[in-house]
Antibody
Framework: EVQLLESGGGLVQPGGSLRLSCAASGFTFSSYAMSWVRQAPGKGLEWVLVISGGGVSTNYADSVKGRFTISRDNSKNTLYLQMNSLRAEDTAVYYC???????????????WGQGTLVTVSS | AIQMTQSPSSLSASVGDRVTITCRASQGIRNDLGWYQQKPGKAPKLLIYAASSLQTGVPSRFSGSGSGTDFTLTISSLQPEDFATYYCLQDYNYPRTFGQGTKVEIK
């Protein structure tokens, strides 16, 4: 059974940093691209970042480019999101999601974690 | 980035109604589109991928159609558990982009 478990959320001051983790199990982690999707309170879904199975290819939404970094450790079956220079508008539930294949697969995200809340506030 | 325009933003319907939600892409995306259902406090759930393929385990009252720029999600007979918010997502290229969402409420 595919399982994705996010952790690392919490309260952080504007301008601060936070690192989220997504622990994966139930599949061959290195074979799949992984993504982060976020949802601000009461708002819609926003796709944020992707990383290929081998970690070579990445892509970012303009809203986080230069501030957020996605990475993965395939030996630990874990996905990371390093968030720097955090702003109030980054307050959201952050979900990790897995698709059906690697970076260029275009058949949606059938697997999601439960989400972790990041609150940016002084 | 490709813009996804979803409509309506909300609708009220009764159990048993046929419901249609549309999504329009700012450029052609072949059939690289998925539909998701989200209930409050829960992660999104994939309903349809590749515009018209039903995700395993999803009831057959859900269907998707379209190609290019115009897409439709149809619920043939709305059930109580279908009251939720629905999103389209283009997976044609990066960055992926979601529609704004459609909240389906009880009439």
């Amino acid at each position: 059974e595919v399982q994705l478990l996010e952790s690392g959320g919490g309260l952080v001051q504007p301008g601060g940093s936070l690192r989220l983790s997504c622990a994966a199990s139930g599949f061959t982690f290195s074979s799949y691209a992984m993504s982060w999707v976020r949802q601000a309170p009461g708002k819609g879904l926003e796709w944020v970042l992707v990383i290929s199975g081998g970690g070579v290819s990445t892509n970012y939404a303009d809203s986080v480019k230069g501030r957020f970094t996605i990475s993965r450790d395939n030996s630990k079956n874990t996905l990371y999101l390093q968030m720097n220079s955090l702003r109030a508008e980054d307050t959201a539930v952050y979900y990790c999601a897995r698709g059906r294949g690697d970076y260029y697969d275009s058949r949606g995200y059938p697997y999601w974690g439960q989400g972790t809340l990041v609150t940016v506030s002084s | 980035a490709i813009q996804m325009t979803q409509s309506p933003s909300s609708l009220s319907a009764s159990v048993g109604d046929r419901v249609t939600i549309t999504c329009r892409a700012s450029q052609g995306i072949r059939n690289d589109l998925g539909w998701y259902q989200q209930k409050p406090g829960k992660a999104p759930k994939l309903l349809i991928y590749a515009a018209s393929s039903l995700q395993t385990g999803v009831p057959s009252r859900f269907s998707g159609s379209g190609s290019g720029t115009d897409f439709t999600l149809t619920i043939s007979s709305l059930q109580p558990e279908d009251f939720a918010t629905y999103y389209c997502l283009q997976d044609y290229n990066y960055p992926r982009t979601f529609g704004q969402g459609t909240k389906v409420e009880i009439k």
